[in-house]
Each structure stands twice: as structure tokens, then as C-alpha cells.
């Protein structure tokens, strides 16, 4: 199930990265609320949070950092 999850994961970031080489980051979303780039900018604090939590969680279970050392990805 992770390795699935991971690759969907990275899938959804390979289809992020395409739609934002369109270069549009100053239009509009489809509603016509928001600037392209401040979604982009609310999605990578919210997943910057949740690798926050996943790393808290290693730690807690002594799984992190891993064997080789550091804190780095």
C-alpha cells in the first residue's frame, strides 16, 4: 500500500509540475477567486506540514533519522 501510495503521490506531483510550466502562474483559478501561484503556494505549506507530522511520527517511533544519519531526505 505505501509503495502504491508514493507512486500515486509522485504521479500527482509530475501533473502538478506540467500544469505549472504553463507559465500561467497569474491568472486565475477556474472561479476567478484566486492568483494561480497563491494555490500552488497554500498546497506546498500544506504539504510541507504533513511531512512535518510524518517525520515527527519516525522520530517518536525511532525510525528517524535513518541508519546513514542526518536529517535529510
Do not use: C
Request: glycine share 12%; net charge positive.
Amino acid at each position: 500500500d505505501w509503495d502504491a501510495f508514493v507512486a500515486a503521490f509522485k504521479g500527482s506531483l509530475a501533473a502538478l509540475t506540467a500544469r505549472i510550466q504553463d507559465g500561467e502562474l497569474d491568472g486565475k483559478t477556474p472561479s476567478g477567486r484566486r492568483l494561480r501561484a497563491d494555490v500552488l503556494r497554500a498546497m506546498g505549506n500544506h504539504v510541507s506540514y504533513h511531512v512535518g507530522q510524518i517525520a515527527l511520527l519516525r522520530r517518536m517511533m525511532g525510525a528517524w533519522p535513518p541508519p546513514s544519519g542526518g536529517d535529510t531526505w
